[in-house]
């Protein structure tokens, strides 16, 4: 389907919604809730599944479930910049390297909040989950139809690492900008898809798959002249979070390539083209490897295969663009391979052929699926925080 829609959608939607006024826009949000329940819901269960098999495993191995959700690797991180803000960049592996969103949003909600620090960051990564879940609804709705949109939510949510989506981590939260700013881009919301974007840029470094589709969208809409003002301050926004961040980076350590080099000299990551990613793969399929190494083998080879089904498909620019950068910069990277495939979950689109498989099948098929996805992510899910040693 192509990215055209009607030129005054935008113009139309935002006239409506002025002259309806509060009321109107609760009418709205109403109907596009009742809309995309089924997902929500179905999302929501296929998650729960996964956190009630972690709670008992857990208390079987006298673990301690809020901690494994709410400080495990990365968690601690984000909490420890909650509450007392960056350092000052001097250490080798400096906290600067975690984008900014995210543990500001906790800082700035727990004072507000009956919860500690630590359940108000995994509060916000669970409604941040369900905003992606209804992201990726709303994107498939709009394509291939509702149950295509239900179907993308909850396969979403039963994805191997899919774990991560419940922890206080960032995945969520970016997966749920990047869709919606998607969703915006497919329906010539210009102001809305920038300003997402700019958040967007503030969560996770790999918003640099996401500002180009951005900018080069609102730029094809100044061109062809059906995106006015709006595509012009989108294409000045797309890019501030992103950049603004890494400038501030650079400030604070005194030296313009600050965040790279906190990257590379602390984190040990670097892009070297997926050399590193190549080697890894191999170790695992030629050596005796973790189930998480072998997991990662699969997804990142599945995924490409999706990315191809996805070009058959002809997706969308847009889509297509997104997850092709999203995997060039993931396996595209040396350093933790182990956490590729966590970064990429918020490469829905790659999820599209499967979902629309899924709505095309009779309904015991796609209950053997699902289910046996389910038991695999629930299982897989608790390995990474009850088995697996090193981040998830």
């Known amino acids: 389907m192509d990215v055209r829609t009607d030129p005054d959608r935008e113009t139309t939607a935002v006239g409506a919604t002025a002259a309806a006024g509060p009321g109107g ?23 729960a599944v996964g956190l009630v098999t972690l709670a008992v495993w ?25 509450e007392r803000g960056y350092d000052s ?17 906790v800082s700035w909600l727990e004072p507000l909040s009956p919860l500690a620090m630590r359940n108000t960051a995994i509060a916000v990564a669970w409604v941040a989950s369900l905003a992606a879940a209804w992201g990726l609804f709303a994107v498939g709705n709009h394509l291939h139809g509702r149950r295509t949109g239900v179907l993308l939510a909850v396969v979403w949510g039963l994805l191997p690492h899919a774990m991560v ?6 995945e969520s939260l970016f997966t749920a900008l990047a869709a919606w700013s998607l969703y915006a881009v497919l329906t010539r919301r210009w102001l809305t898809a920038g300003v997402l974007c700019l958040l967007a840029g503030l969560t996770r470094p790999t918003a640099s798959a996401l500002i180009p589709v951005v900018m080069l969208a609102a730029l094809i809409a100044l061109v062809r002249r059906y995106g006015g003002w709006r595509a012009a301050v989108a294409l000045v926004l797309a890019p501030l979070g992103w950049v603004g961040y890494l400038s501030w980076v ?8 600050g965040w790279f080099h906190i990257q590379s000299a602390g984190w040990g990551s670097t892009f070297d083209a997926g050399a590193a990613s190549v080697e890894a793969l191999g170790k695992a399929l030629d050596e005796p490897s973790s189930l998480q ?35 060039l910069t993931t396996l595209g990277s040396s350093g933790y391979f182990y956490s590729k495939a966590r970064f990429l979950l918020p490469a829905f689109a790659l999820l599209l052929p499967v979902a629309r498989w899924l709505a095309g099948t009779t309904g015991p098929r796609m209950a053997v699926v699902l289910v046996t996805m389910t038991v695999i992510s629930a299982y897989f899910g608790s390995y990474l925080l009850l088995i697996w040693t090193a981040s998830p």
């Open 250 to 257: 650079g400030w604070r350590t005194g030296r313009p390539d």
């Open 25 to 47: 826009m609760i009418r709205r949000l109403r109907s596009a809730l009742l809309l995309a329940w089924p997902a929500l819901v179905g999302y929501t269960a296929v998650r």
């Open 165 to 170: 989506q419940s922890m206080a981590y960032t």
């Open 293 to 327: 190494w072998y997991m990662v083998a699969t997804v990142a080879l599945v995924s490409v295969a999706l990315f191809v089904l996805s070009c058959l498909d002809r997706q969308p620019w847009p889509l297509l663009m997104f997850s092709g950068l999203l995997l």
């Open 58 to 82: 857990a208390d079987a191995r006298d673990a301690r479930f809020g901690r494994l959700i709410g400080i495990r690797a990365d968690a601690g991180w984000y909490l420890r910049i909650a």
């Open 89 to 105: 960049g001097e250490r080798l592996q400096s906290d600067m390297a975690f984008f900014p969103l995210y543990p500001y949003v």
